[in-house]
């Protein structure tokens, strides 16, 4: 068991995706005075990847090769200094990864014990469940599963932490896990070290929140920020982030101390607000409640993140399943200047008559960017006119049917006319399709392996639970200020004084605006409505839902717009598959915004 300490625990994140910097883990290790590090190497996308490579019979290993380039140059620092280690790595091969990452600690003659946990993988339950007559609702769309049209391959869900939290009581330096919550090993840490159990639940809600923090490594110092500009330090070098947990939950935000960028009140407001789904944010092992949050500076690189909620964990836990979705290919054209659209609606009506549209799932035209108004040169005045399509059948895109017909109008289309030279994209490459529902967690073989002590343990499911809502409570804000009450405005864009951040899950995106200073609240909780939302999203509204809830202690508001993304980011068309530019669109959008709050300059 772990020790009932007093101070504050110290917990890096060396990575937020498989393409985060691979030098972040060593450097941790070598220099941070922390007591363990995590990291998230896993996503919705390689979820489908490492899913479907692996039922298609790839025997390289379906885990993140790039994690072992990541923690390899930190093993001797990690068995010098006695930092643990819980990561979501392993993909769709955890226990492979244990074997490759085992063998090389062997191999440096190192001492570091090394767990994984198992249980992830959870295809024959989900078939099982299936052909008894489950529906596996969309958690996205609300479809049921006979709707979708795809047969899945393969399911992964999403585990708890108490796996880790066994593996470190077996005295485990390192945990490796499949696919645990993104926030999992950061609760796993801290229940480890302060001895919770399951019935502490408002120190699992505050870990679980430090842990969505710090998952997206530098989102929380300085990445993905809308107030970028502003950075100071090395920006080639962002810090990673650091938790500074107390036993009773609440924790400070800070950063490794080296590198650039910033933690801000600001910072942990635009993380806290990626990819949540409402005023409740679930986890196999807790519900945190948002609404009353605190969020405060304290000092430089230091903010305070207390007031977190609670409820019980849910009965279920999120799974996705993967399907082979078919094959798909793109082909760009160039438009220049004037009549950008009118040049794009004669590609589109030429391209339409060459093709075999009946052999596609999906074709899309879309033109992307426009023309200024007296633009400084030619490359700006350029825009993209793109050509999307899928299908089932790969033979439907083959050189024959789709790169030539579309490329085939060349020289009978719009004036200046040019395609993509490099047509690689042209050819067909295969595609997943991705469903997002639910699982009961008491069907989940969820086990702790203990190799170096030859034994493995099981995971109980939790027994005081409360029911997962499809729905979360939304609504508009009470006693709205009318606009005219804060004088004279002007027409600009809603960035200019709104800081913003959005994000996916699955098919859905979420988006959540803060303002810099506490008497522009009003201002931004009564203009921000569902039904501005809709005006600013413009043609990019379709008439699905959209929920709308306030942190009036952070002055935020989070809008989730359902089933908004074309399906998620394995299979999308758009080019913003993840969602993370659906925030920078409505930033960019004109409102009256009053004077004085533009008088005190932009973000």
């Known amino acids: 068991m772990g020790s009932a300490v007093e101070k504050p625990l110290?917990?890096?994140?060396?990575?937020?995706?498989?393409?985060?910097?691979?030098?972040?883990?060593?450097?941790?290790?070598?220099e941070e005075d922390v007591s363990f590090i995590v990291g998230d190497w896993m996503s919705e996308y390689?979820?489908?990847?490492?899913?479907?490579?692996?039922?298609?019979?790839?025997?390289?290993?379906?885990?993140?090769?790039?994690?072992?380039?990541?923690?390899?140059?930190?093993?001797?620092?990690l068995a010098k200094r006695g930092i643990k280690v819980a990561v979501n790595a392993g993909a769709?091969?955890?226990?492979?990864?244990?074997?490759?990452?085992?063998?090389?600690?062997?191999?440096?003659?190192?001492?570091?014990?090394?767990?994984?946990?198992?249980?992830?993988?959870?295809?024959?339950?989900?078939?099982?469940?299936?052909?008894?007559?489950n529906p596996f609702k969309s958690l996205t769309t609300g479809k049921t599963l006979s709707d979708w049209g795809h047969e899945p391959?393969?399911?992964?869900?999403?585990?708890?932490?108490?796996?880790?939290?066994?593996?470190?009581?077996?005295?485990?330096?390192?945990?490796?896990?499949?696919?645990?919550?993104?926030?999992?090993?950061?609760?796993?840490?801290?229940?480890?070290?302060?001895?919770?159990?399951r019935s502490n639940l408002s120190q699992l809600a505050h870990a679980f929140v430090a842990g969505h923090l710090i998952e997206c490594s530098t989102y929380v110092t300085g990445g993905n920020f809308t107030g970028f500009k502003s950075l100071q330090g090395d920006l080639t070098n962002l810090s990673f982030p650091v938790a500074e947990i107390n036993a009773d939950g609440t924790f400070i935000m800070t950063?490794?101390?080296?590198?650039?960028?910033?933690?801000?009140?600001?910072?942990?407001?635009?993380?806290?607000?990626?990819?949540?789904?409402?005023?409740?944010?679930?986890?196999?092992?807790?519900?945190?409640?948002?609404?009353?949050?605190?969020?405060?500076?304290?000092?430089?690189n230091k903010v305070r993140v207390s007031n977190v909620g609670f409820r019980k964990p849910p009965p279920t836990t999120k799974v996705g399943l993967t399907a082979k979705g078919g094959f798909q290919a793109e082909i760009h054209y160039f438009g220049c200047g004037l009549d950008i659209q009118e040049k794009a609606a004669m590609l589109e009506r030429q391209v339409r008559h060459h093709l075999d549209v009946s052999k596609f799932s999906t074709l899309k035209f879309r033109v992307n960017g426009t023309c200024p108004f007296d633009p400084k040169n030619q490359d700006s005045a350029t825009v993209d006119f793109r050509i999307f399509v899928q299908s089932k059948d790969e033979s439907s895109l083959s050189l024959e049917k789709f790169l030539r017909p579309c490329t085939d109008i060349i020289m009978e289309t719009y004036p200046g006319a040019t395609f993509a030279v490099d047509s690689r994209q042209a050819l067909p490459k295969p595609f997943y399709e991705y469903w997002v529902t639910l699982i009961p967690q008491s069907e989940v073989d969820h086990t702790a392996h203990i190799p170096y002590a030859n034994k493995s343990i099981s995971i109980s499911a939790p027994a005081d639970t409360e029911p997962f809502l499809d729905v979360q409570p939304s609504s508009e804000t009470e006693n709205p200020v009318h606009p005219s009450s804060f004088g004279p405005t002007t027409l600009a864009p809603l960035g200019y004084i709104a800081h913003a951040r959005s994000g996916d899950k699955g098919s859905d995106a979420n988006v959540g605006f803060f303002c810099r200073n506490t008497d522009e609240?009003?201002?931004?909780?009564?203009?921000?409505?569902?039904?501005?939302?809709?005006?600013?999203?413009?043609?990019?509204?379709?008439?699905?839902?959209?929920?709308?809830?306030?942190?009036?202690?952070?002055?935020?508001?989070?809008?989730?717009?359902?089933?908004?993304?074309?399906?998620?980011?394995a299979s999308s068309s758009t080019y913003d598959v993840l969602g993370k530019n659906v925030a920078e669109y409505l930033r960019c959008k004109p409102i009256q915004i009053p004077n004085k709050f533009l008088d005190r300059g932009r973000i």
């Open 255 to 300: 950063k490794q101390q080296s590198g650039g960028g910033l933690v801000s009140a600001e910072t942990c407001k635009a993380q806290l607000l990626y990819e949540i789904q409402g005023p409740y944010y679930y986890n196999s092992d807790v519900v945190a409640e948002l609404a009353n949050i605190k969020i405060e500076d304290v000092g430089p």
């Open 153 to 197: 391959i393969y399911a992964q869900c999403y585990l708890g932490s108490w796996g880790i939290v066994e593996a470190l009581h077996a005295g485990a330096d390192i945990v490796l896990c499949g696919r645990v919550a993104d926030a999992c090993p950061t609760i796993g840490c801290a229940a480890y070290t302060f001895g919770w159990t």
């Open 10 to 30: 110290r917990i890096a994140s060396a990575s937020g995706s498989v393409t985060d910097r691979r030098y972040g883990f060593a450097a941790l290790a070598k």
């Open 92 to 133: 769709s091969d955890t226990e492979k990864l244990h074997h490759s990452l085992s063998q090389t600690v062997e191999d440096l003659g190192l001492n570091l014990k090394i767990a994984w946990v198992s249980g992830d993988e959870v295809s024959d339950i989900v078939l099982k469940r299936y052909r008894s007559g």
């Open 521 to 569: 609240w009003d201002w931004l909780r009564s203009i921000m409505t569902i039904d501005k939302v809709k005006e600013l999203l413009a043609d990019d509204y379709t008439g699905k839902p959209i929920q709308r809830f306030e942190l009036p202690n952070i002055q935020a508001v989070h809008f989730l717009l359902k089933d908004h993304l074309d399906r998620g980011v």
């Open 46 to 77: 390689n979820m489908t990847a490492r899913g479907g490579a692996k039922v298609g019979g790839s025997e390289t290993g379906e885990y993140e090769q790039c994690f072992l380039e990541s923690i390899i140059p930190a093993l001797p620092d």
